[in-house]
């Protein structure tokens, strides 16, 4: 059975930065291109940043030049590096595996990023 363990979230002021990390077990890490997503309480949950099993990595419009996804193997972790933090950008992150669309059924708890203006 698939888990996805996201943490790192928190309170942060605009312009401050966050580094969020994904623990993914019960299945072959190194396989899957990997993703991160955002939901708000108005919004469906938007793909922010995807990483392929090769490295190759696409970003949505609003937070290109400020995030930046890697993941590591070994670790079974992807990670999103958020710098310039906006309130925007405020929201419940999750991982999931695919570059375009998510692939697992089961999502994991999501952490909270909030940024003050």
């Known amino acids: 059975q698939v888990q996805l363990v996201e943490s790192g979230g928190g309170l942060v002021q605009a312009g401050g930065s966050l580094r969020l990390s994904c623990v993914v077990s019960?299945?072959?890490?190194?396989?899957?291109?990997m993703a991160w997503y955002r939901q708000t309480p108005k919004n469906q949950r938007d793909l922010v940043a995807a990483i392929a099993n090769t490295g190759s990595t696409k970003y949505a419009d609003s937070v290109k030049g400020r995030f930046s996804i890697s993941r590591d193997n070994a670790k079974n972790t992807v990670y999103l590096q958020m710098n310039s933090l906006k309130p925007e950008d405020t929201a419940v992150y999750y991982c999931?595996?695919?570059?375009?669309?998510?692939?697992?059924?089961?999502w994991g708890q999501g952490t909270q990023v909030t940024v003050s203006s």
């Open positions: 999931n595996a695919g570059f375009n669309a998510p692939i697992f059924s089961s």
């Open positions: 019960g299945t072959r890490f190194s396989h899957y291109a």
